[in-house]
């Protein structure tokens, strides 16, 4: 029989105000193995951990029930405490009478009664508890980034700063991402390729950065420490360690039509490519879908002009296997597809653009040299009109996205500002639902728009936008402060598209068994408290693929995020948690039932020797349980037809216990 | 057929490829068939049968002989294949110590049957045709088959060998059985209906185990209803709340493992139609996750025992309406 403790906190008020700590405590008293009981203001304080380390060893307590907040809260605290007292700090467990009791509940007498019974289950549940030991496993001491944008490079550079190595996988021929495309940045308007580009060079250059470029992600084993992963070399056709990067095939190329995807299809490039001056690595990249040599055979006219000999046209892809400790997301976003949006006319009309393709014209290296120019005719435009919250905010479930895109108001500001600046002549317009400017220089950024640049700001959207036959754009739209309906003759429209999570985040979170919320972006492990973190562990979240970010937010979280993994691997060991699954081998049957259903690939099996009952010897097929791969989930232990396998701390007979106690009225 | 096959297990035995035999012989009476292992010529000439009432599925004899010394030979009629596909998935019979040969099925009756049409005395048994003749002490007595046949053979839901080494006779076909009618029947019924109608037959339960003891799917090594820790062991089948569990417990347990071959519902001696509880949840899977037959093959996964990597996350599934 177990010598239990109870202690219940008052949580300041958060309890004790809906809570009759005292009944709870009393009650608690008389159940049985209860030897001590009381409550206290602040249990998770110092006197009140006192409180906890004085009891057991006054009371030669063997389990400890706390009836306080959430497990998720404290229980970390707690169990430090009880292992302070010379208890297995998984003799403890933890009624939540916090967020699942006095928070929910108005009536004291109700809530009492629950946090009485929810106190009874953890008593039940401790009754069985046995102590548990966690188990060590080593750190691989390197890091993988997935994502070669701006948040991969800063996490990456961050990472082999402190001196470890780091991989950064980049699924483009260059790194660099969304960041390389855009003209000035917001609020200082320094030019964004004069900041990014000594970074990516910093990248190439660190000894400690290892660059997969055109690479993805094929397959991720393992878990916090050791992770294995399968690496995807795509198949360039050019030996990268030959490429100059001269660019001569590049311009011999015949193949002359192709969508040029770094300038979003505003202009062609060949079939040979470098997408842009400044790529790391700097080397051409064949596609294959478009180039005669590999689709017919005929030509070659590349490897006739490289002086290199680098193009390699019987080029495979490449599996490449590598061992990393940390694993940092960092994929990135897109904007939506605009195709759907008719009321715009966005594939009606060419001069109907989104803002990364206005980024692209306005740019020096873009289409038109950097001289904002209408894709239609090629005539300089006299009315801009910017529609804001496309696709955002939006409250149509399967067109747009319910959440605000948050980069979008201030670029949106820095466009019009940039072209009232380059072209006095234009008459500006913006159209938005609310202007969001919470950061540091921001609202003065978007006033200067506002008042020093003339750009008229109208709250109100845009509800159609026709393009006439004279190649005008008309613009119907409403001002809500003025309560008038507008007509605006435009020559252009900006349309500010929301941005979602890359398409390939969703496939990556699952073989990282990361959780993602409804809208594909990744989860962190506490929304305030451990913001880059994913919750499995050694999964580390930076940049956009957590959600909205501008510049400054991605690189301040990319530093985050290379700090806690830095703090990783700075380990030589990791402590593993007890509580994971074990078969009874006597009862397991072998039928791999629970393989099946083990999302991270635990268990496996071995022929075993047995000395049956009657006296025989036996080989029997049962399940092994590799521990540090083991998350303690407790799908098979679900799947188990025979209940053989069980999970530690979490016991099938714990749980009935515990559903017991919550019966017993 | 009974005398090919004892020419191919007299060959099989003399050869030395098999050092043993798994069939079925005659109990005290006709009609009353045990699986049996033979091990020589002369126990296969005195016992060995194969008749209109062999219907005990032999498969789940092989998980215990497919790992004693030397191989064995096993007779499968179709229905049998299935389990056995289904046992060597679960990785419970050895395949390399069994060979299979498999024989026609055209539908096996049992003494029960038979006598609840009236039929005393038997003596033995033969088809002609899409009838039974059943020679008894009181002369030959002729019925149709449609008329002296189990439901389960009935809705027959394949003549096929999922799996064989050998085939003695022709290859059958899967056929398009309506296995599924009696299921939608009581589907269509109300909860209290469908409940009394349950209540009704499983009232009758005395907790023999017989259902469970013949399943080839409940082939564990230790049973949940005879493992203490389990808090279900030792329950007898004293209240409506234990008879129902018992059964409900066991469907569950089964659910997507069972082959459907009705051996629960053949050896019940109360005469429960068990089967018809697997058969719900397997209509069930086919509905929710797509066509799956268990025991169909060895290398597909269980839609309910499985985990995909593009599974849906419940918080999507849910966040999105519950549409997948």
């Given at each position: 029989m177990q010598r239990i403790g109870v202690f219940v906190c008052w949580c300041g008020s958060n309890i004790a105000a809906t809570v009759d700590v005292n009944a709870v405590s009393e009650a608690l008293a008389h159940e049985p193995g209860v030897v001590f009981s009381t409550n206290y203001q602040y249990m998770c304080s110092e006197s009140g951990q006192n409180l906890i380390k004085?009891?057991?060893?006054?009371?030669?307590?063997?389990?400890?029930?706390?009836?306080?907040?959430?497990?998720?809260?404290?229980?970390?605290t707690f169990r430090k405490t009880v292992a302070a007292a010379g208890l297995n700090s998984y003799m403890l467990e933890i009624a939540n009478i916090r967020e699942q009791c006095s928070w929910i509940h108005k009536d004291k007498a109700e809530a009492t009664e629950k946090a009485i019974i929810l106190g009874r289950a953890a008593i039940a549940k401790v009754q069985l508890n046995a102590p548990l030991t966690p188990g060590t496993s080593p750190v691989t001491k390197r890091a993988l980034v997935i994502g070669g944008g701006i948040a991969g490079i800063q996490t990456a550079l961050d990472i082999a700063d402190a001196g470890f190595e780091v991989d950064i996988v980049e699924k483009q021929p260059t790194i660099g991402g969304k960041m390389t495309q855009i003209d000035k940045t917001f609020p200082t308007l320094d030019c964004a390729a004069c900041i990014l580009t000594p970074k990516m060079v910093d990248c190439a250059q660190n000894e400690k950065i290892n660059i997969f470029a055109y690479s993805e992600v094929e397959e991720v084993k393992g878990f916090v420490g050791s992770f294995t992963v399968k690496i995807k070399k795509k198949a360039r056709y050019v030996d990268p360690v030959k490429c100059t990067g001269c660019g001569e095939c590049t311009e011999k190329c015949p193949m002359k039509k192709i969508p040029n995807e770094f300038n979003l299809?505003?202009?062609?490039?060949?079939?040979?490519?470098?997408?842009?001056?400044?790529?790391?690595?700097?080397?051409?990249?064949?596609?294959?879908?478009?180039?005669?040599?590999?689709?017919?055979?005929?030509?070659?006219?590349?490897?006739?002009?490289?002086?290199?000999?680098?193009?390699?046209?019987?080029?495979?892809?490449?599996?490449?296997e590598r061992e990393y400790g940390a694993i940092v997301v960092a994929t990135g976003y897109n904007p939506i597809k605009l195709d759907d949006y008719d009321e715009y006319a966005y594939a009606q009309s060419k001069d109907v653009v989104s803002s990364l393709e206005f980024e692209r014209l306005t740019n020096a290296a873009g289409p038109t040299g950097g001289t904002l120019l209408r894709p239609s005719d090629g005539k300089h435009p006299h009315t801009i009109v910017f529609v804001q919250c496309v696709g955002s905010r939006c409250s149509n479930e399967g067109k747009g996205k319910s959440y605000c895109s948050k980069i979008c108001c201030m670029y949106t500001a820095k466009h019009a500002m940039l072209t009232r600046e380059k072209y006095p002549d234009t008459d500006v317009y913006v159209f938005y639902i609310d202007v969001r400017s919470p950061g540091k220089n921001y609202d003065e950024f978007y006033r200067r728009a506002v008042e020093e640049y003339g750009v008229h700001y109208i709250k109100g959207m845009v509800g159609k936008v026709v393009p006439r036959s004279d190649g005008k754009l008309l613009v119907q739209a409403s001002d809500l402060l003025a309560n008038e309906q507008l007509h605006i003759e435009a020559d252009m429209v900006v349309l500010a598209a929301a941005i979602e999570p890359d398409k390939s985040a969703r496939p990556?979170?699952?073989?990282?068994?990361?959780?993602?919320?409804?809208?594909?972006?990744?989860?962190?492990?506490?929304?305030k408290l451990r913001p880059v973190e994913s919750p499995t562990a050694g999964i580390f979240l930076s940049g956009a693929c957590q959600g909205p970010k501008d510049i400054p937010d991605t690189v301040a979280q990319a530093g985050a995020a290379a700090s806690k993994v830095i703090g990783l691997l700075a380990k030589d060991k990791l402590t593993g948690n007890p509580c994971i699954a074990h078969p009874d081998e006597w009862m397991c049957n072998g039928c791999s039932s629970c393989e099946k259903v083990c999302p991270y690939g635990a268990i496996s099996y071995v022929d075993k020797e047995f000395r049956m009952p009657d006296r025989t010897t036996a080989i029997r097929r049962v399940a092994v349980v590799n521990e540090a791969v083991c998350q303690g989930c407790g799908a098979c232990t679900v799947a188990c037809p025979s209940g053989a396998m069980d999970l530690k701390g979490f016991s099938n007979s714990q749980i009935m216990a515990e559903v017991d106690a919550l019966c017993k009225m | 057929m009974q005398e090919m096959m004892i020419a191919k297990a007299k060959e099989l035995l003399g050869s030395g490829a098999v050092n043993r035999v798994l069939g079925w012989k005659t109990g005290e009476f006709v009609y009353d068939i045990t699986p049996a292992v033979f091990t020589s010529v002369e126990e296969l000439e005195k016992d060995f049968v194969y008749n209109d009432f062999c219907g005990n599925n032999l498969s789940k004899y092989l998980i215990k002989e497919s790992r004693k010394e030397g191989k064995i030979l096993a007779f499968l009629k179709p229905c049998d294949t299935y389990s056995f596909n289904q046992l060597l998935k679960e990785h419970r019979i050895?395949?390399?110590?069994?060979?299979?040969?498999?024989v026609p099925c055209e539908g096996k009756t049992d003494g029960e049957t038979l006598k609840a049409k009236g039929v005393k005395g038997i003596l033995g048994i033969r088809t002609e045709g899409d009838s039974f003749v059943v020679d008894t002490l009181y002369g030959e007595k002729t019925l149709a088959k449609a008329d002296a046949l189990p439901e389960r053979c009935l809705s027959c839901k394949s003549k096929k060998h999922m799996v064989y080494d050998e085939l003695l006779g022709p290859e059958g076909e899967v056929l398009d059985s309506h296995r599924f009618d009696m299921v939608e029947k009581i589907e269509k019924m109300t909860p209290d209906e469908r409940f009394e109608f349950w209540r009704g037959e499983l009232s009758r339960c005395i907790r023999c185990n017989a259902c469970r003891n013949v399943c080839p799917a409940c082939s564990c090594e230790k049973c949940v209803f005879d493992n203490d820790a389990s808090g279900i062991a030792q329950k007898a089948a004293a209240d409506s709340f234990e008879e129902n569990m018992f059964h409900i417990i066991r469907a569950f347990h089964v659910a997507g493992r069972c082959t459907d071959c009705g051996e629960c519902s053949r050896v019940c001696p109360q005469n429960?139609?068990?089967h018809l509880l697997n058969r719900k949840f397997i209509k069930d899977i086919d509905t929710f996750y797509g066509e799956y037959q268990a025991g169909e093959d060895t290398t597909t996964r269980a839609p309910l025992t499985n985990y995909d990597p593009g599974d849906v996350e419940p918080s999507i599934v849910y966040g999105k309406g519950g549409k997948k």
């Open positions: 004085d009891a057991i060893k006054e009371h030669q307590l063997t389990g400890v029930v706390i009836c306080s907040c959430s497990p998720r809260m404290h229980e970390a299809g505003l202009d062609t490039r060949r079939a040979i490519y470098i997408p842009f001056a400044q790529a790391v690595p700097k080397v051409a990249t064949i596609d294959p879908d478009h180039c005669n040599m590999l689709k017919n055979g005929k030509c070659g006219l590349c490897a006739k002009v490289c002086s290199a000999g680098a193009i390699d046209y019987k080029q495979k892809d490449e599996i490449v990556l979170a699952t073989m990282l068994t990361a959780s993602m919320d409804t809208n594909d972006f990744f989860t962190e492990a506490h929304a | 050895l395949r390399d110590n069994v060979y299979v040969v498999g429960i139609p068990l």
